[in-house]
């Protein structure tokens, strides 16, 4: 026996090391689509009409009603056939009458993660483009603009942590009963544990599902029972995943909604085959939806892993000093092997996601590393109790601690499926030779205790502009960032925010940008390195012909 335990380790071992390398040395995997190619190309100046627009992503997405529009010079929306999209390409035909001028192109989108996308880019007809950044100097490949929100609502991210802690529930105790105390099926506060796991995790199904609707299209979450919002979200990858989980919380009411009814016969292997199962929809209705197979499994051990470890900590909270020693035993085993997958997994997502080390400083970068210390925490606190365990006393202190740990990376995890990992390639900054500006616009935005942001568009028209931002601490004094990310949009004719990289020149960033149209524009500012969490600001902007 201890010869098969041993050969069963290193096998086991392999199979992680494999998986390692093999994630290691393969392709980045895509967490968002990224607008990567359009035709025509952003600042592209025709002779004629085009007779379709094609957009290209990095990854498969979908159409929302009404999120792609063609705006003309004067703000208005023209008629046009309705898009289509194959993969991650969109086809979007044009009328062969359209009069030249300047146009915008303004899509919102919604990646195979289920995370909306959105942006603009621009084009003219026998007439000069209003170029925005990015915009193609030449070359095959058109440049592009991409806007996306960051995170999600609250309502996205509580049903997202609802859905983990339900599945945490059940899956814990079914490891639980099944690999470590058999005789424990009984026990009823058991048989409560996981009744309310599979009730809450259906329950968070059926929300998520609801709320992804009104998340995606950019509305309000008062339209959260709008049967028009929900065959969208159903038609996508996102509510095909979330609709598999749902019928496997189904299945498993069935098989385990009497816990001493999984010990036997072909439940055994049928329960724990539904609760990996679950585990991939969790999985593909996050990151790991939007990246290939092998990736989407490495998702799936994470959510099992996790789940196996803070449910079994949760059993042993409730039935405190009744375990035995035994028992206590086998489930130190269970807990290790999972820690294990959870930190290796944990780490190749890291890596996949993250390729360079100032991504850190990103909202996802940061948010990742509140993450990696609150497991650290966990691990320390695991660490004690399988010392406690050692000395042959019950680690019950010490196993609370760790599932307040769990249950706080759980909430990252919610809020970091919904957030926004770096872009696979930094745009490029347009740098258009401006004469003498005729007029200039200043705004001053609050950076809350730590000062305050000057930005001038100079011209303010839009002919082309110079848009040059300080950055002051309270006395006055400049004031140094690692990054600042600067977006225009206008919500006054439903153009989402269009980024405007910003480069350090002479102890000021700034940046080369041709508004599109005239009109209010809001400007939204963030600003990173300049204390403990990034600084969002915001103010608003005149620009005229």
Request: a neutral charge; proline letters at 6%.
């Amino acid at each position: 026996m201890a010869l098969l335990i041993t050969a069963a380790r290193r096998m086991a071992l392999a199979a992680m090391l494999a998986v390692s390398l093999s994630l290691l040395f393969s392709g980045p995997a895509a967490a968002h689509a990224e607008l990567v190619n359009t035709t025509p190309a952003n600042g592209a100046q025709l002779t004629k009409p085009p007779t379709e627009i094609e957009m290209t992503f990095t990854e498969s997405v979908n159409l929302l009603p009404n999120g792609v529009r063609l705006v003309d010079g004067a703000g208005a929306v023209m008629p046009t056939p309705d898009p289509t999209v194959a993969g991650g390409t969109v086809l979007w035909p044009m009328p062969t009458d359209l009069p030249e001028g300047a146009y915008v192109v303004t899509f919102r989108v919604v990646s195979a993660d289920g995370h909306p996308i959105s942006g603009a880019f621009s084009f003219g007809i026998g007439a000069a483009a209003t170029v925005g950044p990015g915009a193609a100097t030449g070359g095959e490949s058109g440049g592009t603009t991409v806007g996306d929100a960051t995170t999600a609502p609250w309502a996205v991210v509580s049903s997202r942590l609802a859905g983990y802690v339900g599945f945490a529930l059940f899956a814990g105790v079914i490891a639980f009963v099944l690999f470590c105390a058999p005789d424990t099926s009984k026990n009823p506060a058991l048989q409560l544990l996981a009744r309310s796991g599979l009730i809450g995790g259906a329950i968070a199904t059926v929300a998520g599902l609801l709320v992804q609707g009104p998340y995606t299209a950019g509305v309000s979450m008062s339209r959260v029972v709008d049967l028009q919002l929900l065959a969208v979200t159903l038609a996508t990858p996102f509510g095909a995943a979330m609709m598999w989980r749902l019928a496997l919380y189904g299945v498993l009411g069935l098989l385990a909604w009497r816990l001493s009814g999984i010990t036997a016969g072909l439940a055994t292997w049928l329960v724990p085959a539904s609760v990996a199962s679950t585990a991939v929809t969790i999985a593909a209705a996050g990151h790991g939806g939007s990246s290939d197979p092998l990736s989407l499994g490495v998702h799936a051990l994470h959510a099992l892993a996790a789940g196996l470890w803070v449910g079994g900590l949760v059993v042993l909270i409730a039935l405190r000093r009744s375990v035995e020693p035994r028992t206590l035993h086998k489930f130190s085993t269970l807990a290790m092997a999972s820690v294990l997958t959870l930190v290796v997994t944990g780490i190749l997502n890291s890596v996949r996601h993250l390729t360079r080390l100032e991504q850190l400083l990103s909202d996802y970068g940061l948010t990742l590393v509140l993450k990696l210390l609150l497991v650290a925490g966990t691990l320390s606190a695991a660490a004690v109790s399988r010392w406690r365990l050692r000395q042959k006393r019950i680690p019950v202190g010490s196993v609370r601690v760790e599932v307040a740990f769990m249950v706080a990376v759980f909430a990252i995890t919610a809020l970091l499926s919904t957030t926004a990992p770096p872009p696979a390639a930094e745009m490029a900054t347009h740098s258009g030779h401006h004469a003498e500006p005729a007029s200039s616009d200043t705004v001053q935005m609050s950076l809350a205790d730590q000062g305050k942001a000057a930005l001038t568009v100079s011209p303010s028209t839009t002919t082309g502009s110079h848009v040059h931002l300080v950055l002051t601490d309270r006395n006055g004094q400049p004031l140094s960032a690692t990054r600042v990310s600067l977006k225009v949009a206008n919500p006054g004719r439903d153009i989402a925010p269009i980024p405007v990289p910003m480069t350090m020149r002479d102890g000021a960033w700034a940046a080369d940008y041709r508004f599109p149209l005239p009109g209010t524009w809001k400007t939204i500012l963030t600003v990173e390195g300049v204390g403990p969490s990034a600084v969002v600001t915001s103010a608003e902007i005149t620009i005229r012909d």
